[in-house]
């Protein structure tokens, strides 16, 4: 039985809303031809595949700038197929982790490693007898804990058939027990973590990192980057963010405003769908200006852009659909950059950049709380992020989603005590 | 416990939770549970919320039910006080009618099994 829709902006047919969403893969696709040859992007997959996935891998370094496009790509639309077959509506949830998948086959997603989480996701969702509509979403971020199946095959077994198949099956139990853990660890930060499933997947990856260290395995910690194509992505982000707000303008009437404040007004906390609230139009608006209010503070930061940093800028894009708005995610990254240049870590390096980018996953803290609990947010998470990568190994591909768990669930009951006080 | 009936006892205290944030001087509430689905009916009588609350109220209890949202977002129902939590029990409910009249509200919720 369908709803009757309540809300007063305009609404758009789910066909739109897949064609939109194909935009960003389908352009990786048809450009990945341009600045690689068939050969090169054959070699590059193989590379991508075959090295490990841990933070930070940048797949344009691994495998080239073509590869990396056709892995995004094809990820990117096999899960938007799924979502078509299931016939999911696409509100700012799918719409966030489609853009989160899209962004991290940049940097430790790739067309082979990701299927095992999905499996066990479908399995649990036999064994509860659940419909998989119900679960693929939190398989789609469980596939966070990716780079766990080459780290674990790679511990037991390198090179070797009972190896890989040991990481099969640890990819297939993680993917399994995600959907109960994710759903159970919300409560710890009440929903002021968007990247709800980096806190789960930074426990589990604790876990069995700490359990693989026991065994005298220790993971060797990666700093792949490319800088050679920093102008090229600028342009091409820049231009992907302005057709988005430019089909939002037309989907909502021909209107930039309208719904806009509506966005604004909201904390952004869990759950917090802009696409219903405010129309899709108006949400596309707000996923093209967060995507150039991240670009901003990349160029302001005078940052190299690369694989983490293409995947934090489309990260906050997707979440702009489900929480994030100028208003609560401004504060987290002036926290991030005053906490740079205070701390001893380097305002330009990618990890300080990505710090504030994904940082924003704090930004309900903000909605919240306002401008300075924000600020603190963003302060505290740079120092804790910088911290808790080597808890897991990297093999987290959500270290910032677990940093800002951990910072939520304390800072918020701190936050608290002095609103009280106010509300007394 | 059954993770249905958590959801479940989770909707309804939201709304009592709203109707006793509202300053409600008596609210009923009343479960049935069908064969194919439960159904949820909350009277809260002097009430002291402004149309543009029930109004909000309205449109957030009617979000579309969204399974995946639930699955992953069910435990938040339930126990705050910011309010976005009236969205995640319309994207847990399947129907929604909610009448206001004479301070008096009336709310019936509608969840498939």
């Known amino acids: ?424 | 416990m059954n993770f249905e009936i958590k959801k479940v006892s989770k909707i309804l205290s939201e709304m009592v939770t709203y109707a006793l944030m509202g300053d409600a001087k008596i609210i009923d509430v009343s479960i049935e549970n069908n064969g194919d689905m439960f159904r949820i009916l909350i009277n809260a009588r002097n009430i002291n919320r402004t149309l543009e609350s029930i109004n909000g109220l309205r449109e957030q209890l009617n979000s579309p039910r969204q399974r995946a949202a639930e699955e992953y977002y069910w435990e938040l129902a339930g126990d705050s006080d910011t309010g976005t939590e009236l969205s995640l029990v319309g994207m847990m409910t399947d129907k929604a009618i909610v009448e206001y009249k004479d301070n008096n509200l009336y709310i019936e919720l509608h969840r498939y099994k």
Request: charged fraction near 10%; glycine fraction near 12%; hydrophobic fraction near 50%.
């Open chain 1, 1 to 424: 039985m369908a709803k009757e829709n309540l809300s007063d902006y305009r609404q758009v047919n789910e066909k739109t809303k897949f064609l939109v969403l194909s935009i960003f893969p389908v352009a990786s696709l048809i450009l990945a031809f341009f600045v690689s040859d068939y050969n090169s992007i054959i070699n590059g997959l193989h590379m991508i595949i075959t090295q490990p996935d841990v933070l930070l891998t940048d797949y344009i370094k691994v495998g080239g700038l073509g590869a990396a496009l056709i892995n995004s790509s094809l990820l990117t639309l096999i899960n938007i197929y799924f979502l078509w077959k299931l016939k999911f509506h696409l509100g700012g949830l799918p719409i966030s982790a489609i853009f989160t998948i899209a962004g991290f086959a940049f940097f430790g997603k790739n067309i082979f490693n990701v299927w095992p989480i999905y499996i066990g996701g479908y399995l649990y969702a036999k064994y509860e007898k659940k419909s998989y509509n119900s679960v693929i979403i939190i398989s789609m971020f469980g596939t966070a804990l990716a780079p766990m199946i080459f780290e674990v095959a790679n511990a037991l077994s390198p090179s070797n058939f009972s190896g890989l198949s040991f990481g099969i099956i640890a990819g297939i139990v993680a993917g399994f027990f995600l959907p109960p853990i994710s759903a159970h660890i919300i409560r710890a930060h009440d929903g002021y973590n968007l990247y709800n499933v980096g806190f789960a997947a930074g426990l589990i990856g604790t876990v069995v990192m700490s359990f693989m260290k026991g065994y005298g395995f220790i993971t060797e910690p990666r700093m792949i980057l490319s800088t050679e194509y920093d102008l090229l992505l600028k342009i091409l982000l820049s231009l992907f963010f302005v057709i988005l707000i430019t089909i939002g303008y037309v989907l909502n009437d021909n209107n930039l405003v309208k719904g806009y404040s509506k966005i604004l007004r909201m904390s952004g906390r869990l759950v917090a769908d802009f696409t219903y609230t405010s129309g899709f139009g108006a949400t596309l608006i707000n996923m093209g200006i967060m995507g150039l209010l991240g670009l901003i503070y990349v160029i302001i930061s005078k940052g190299t852009m690369n694989g983490p940093i293409v995947g934090g800028l489309l990260t906050i894009v997707g979440f702009s659909a489900f929480g994030k708005h100028p208003r609560n995610s401004i504060p987290i990254m002036i926290g991030v950059f005053i906490a740079s240049i205070l701390n001893v870590w380097n305002t330009s390096s990618t990890t300080v950049i990505i710090a504030a980018l994904f940082g924003t996953s704090l930004a309900p803290i903000a909605g919240e709380y306002g401008v300075i609990g924000g600020i603190i947010a963003g302060f505290v998470h740079l120092a804790v992020t910088m911290n808790v990568g080597v808890l897991h190994g990297g093999m987290n591909l959500y270290n910032n989603g677990f940093s800002a768990g951990i910072i939520a669930t304390l800072l918020v009951p701190m936050l608290d005590v002095f609103r009280r006080r106010n509300e007394r």
